[in-house]
C-alpha cells in the first residue's frame, strides 16, 4: 500500500474514530441549576441525580416538548413532565425540581425547549447565572451549542453528557445504534450551527 492511500485512510478514519467523543463533550463549570432533558433515559435520569448530589446544585429543571406518542392517553403530557415525575420516582427532593415544558413543537424540539426555559426563568424565584446541561451521549454537542446560544448573554451554560448503554461509546462504529445515533447526531449538530432553527 503506498503512501499516499495510507494517508488517505489515516485521514478518514481518524476523524471517524474520534467523532463521537467530540459530539458526546462534557464541560461543566460551576453552576447550582442542573437542566436534566427530559426525554432522557431512566439510567440516565439515575445519573442526573447523582449529578444533582455531587455538585453545589440547588435546583433541578426538566426540559422537554409534547410527546410524539401517547398524548392523549399518558398522564404526562411533555418530556419536561415526565422526566420529573420519574425523578420523583427515584427519590428526587420534590422542593428542588421544576419542570419547564414546551409546548406545540413538532420540529425543532431541542431550541423549542431551550427557548422555554428562557421565557419561564424570569418567571420563577431563581437569580440564575449559570447552569450545567445534563444530556446524553452525541446530543450533547448539539444541545450545548443550542442551549448556549437561547440563554445568551445573561446565562452561562455547561454540558454534561451521560454515557449511553445501547452500544459502546468507544467502538460506535460496530453497532447498528452506535452508527445511527453518531450519524443523525452529526447532522443535527451541523444544522443547529447553520440552520433557521432561530426563526
Given at each position: 500500500m503506498g503512501s499516499d492511500a495510507i494517508a488517505i485512510i489515516t485521514s478518514i478514519v481518524i476523524p471517524l474514530t474520534h467523532i463521537h467523543s467530540f459530539l458526546a463533550v462534557s464541560s461543566p463549570i460551576p453552576a447550582d441549576v442542573l437542566v436534566v432533558e427530559g426525554w432522557l433515559p431512566d439510567y440516565a435520569l439515575k445519573g442526573a441525580i447523582a449529578e444533582f448530589k455531587s455538585g453545589s446544585y440547588r435546583y433541578l429543571i426538566t426540559t422537554?416538548?409534547?410527546?410524539?406518542?401517547?398524548?392523549?392517553?399518558?398522564?404526562?403530557?411533555?418530556?419536561?413532565e415526565l422526566g420529573a415525575a420519574t425523578l420523583l420516582a427515584l427519590g428526587f427532593d420534590r422542593e428542588h425540581l421544576a419542570a419547564v415544558p414546551a409546548h406545540n413543537a413538532l420540529k425543532d424540539r431541542t431550541a423549542a425547549a431551550a427557548v422555554a426555559l428562557k421565557e419561564w426563568l424570569p418567571t420563577s424565584d431563581l437569580q440564575v447565572s449559570a447552569i450545567n446541561l445534563y444530556t446524553l451521549g452525541a446530543h450533547a454537542r448539539r444541545s450545548w451549542f443550542i442551549f448556549k446560544e437561547a440563554l445568551a448573554p445573561d446565562i452561562k451554560v455547561g454540558i454534561i453528557a451521560a454515557d449511553p448503554l445501547d452500544y459502546d461509546a468507544r467502538t460506535w462504529w460496530q453497532s447498528s445504534a452506535g452508527v445511527k445515533t453518531v450519524m443523525f447526531e452529526t447532522i443535527g449538530y451541523v444544522y443547529a450551527r447553520f440552520g433557521d432553527w432561530r426563526d
Amino acid at each position: 500500500m503506498g503512501s499516499d492511500a495510507i494517508a488517505i485512510i489515516t485521514s478518514i478514519v481518524i476523524p471517524l474514530t474520534h467523532i463521537h467523543s467530540f459530539l458526546a463533550v462534557s464541560s461543566p463549570i460551576p453552576a447550582d441549576v442542573l437542566v436534566v432533558e427530559g426525554w432522557l433515559p431512566d439510567y440516565a435520569l439515575k445519573g442526573a441525580i447523582a449529578e444533582f448530589k455531587s455538585g453545589s446544585y440547588r435546583y433541578l429543571i426538566t426540559t422537554g416538548v409534547a410527546l410524539p406518542i401517547g398524548f392523549y392517553l399518558a398522564e404526562y403530557k411533555t418530556f419536561a413532565e415526565l422526566g420529573a415525575a420519574t425523578l420523583l420516582a427515584l427519590g428526587f427532593d420534590r422542593e428542588h425540581l421544576a419542570a419547564v415544558p414546551a409546548h406545540n413543537a413538532l420540529k425543532d424540539r431541542t431550541a423549542a425547549a431551550a427557548v422555554a426555559l428562557k421565557e419561564w426563568l424570569p418567571t420563577s424565584d431563581l437569580q440564575v447565572s449559570a447552569i450545567n446541561l445534563y444530556t446524553l451521549g452525541a446530543h450533547a454537542r448539539r444541545s450545548w451549542f443550542i442551549f448556549k446560544e437561547a440563554l445568551a448573554p445573561d446565562i452561562k451554560v455547561g454540558i454534561i453528557a451521560a454515557d449511553p448503554l445501547d452500544y459502546d461509546a468507544r467502538t460506535w462504529w460496530q453497532s447498528s445504534a452506535g452508527v445511527k445515533t453518531v450519524m443523525f447526531e452529526t447532522i443535527g449538530y451541523v444544522y443547529a450551527r447553520f440552520g433557521d432553527w432561530r426563526d
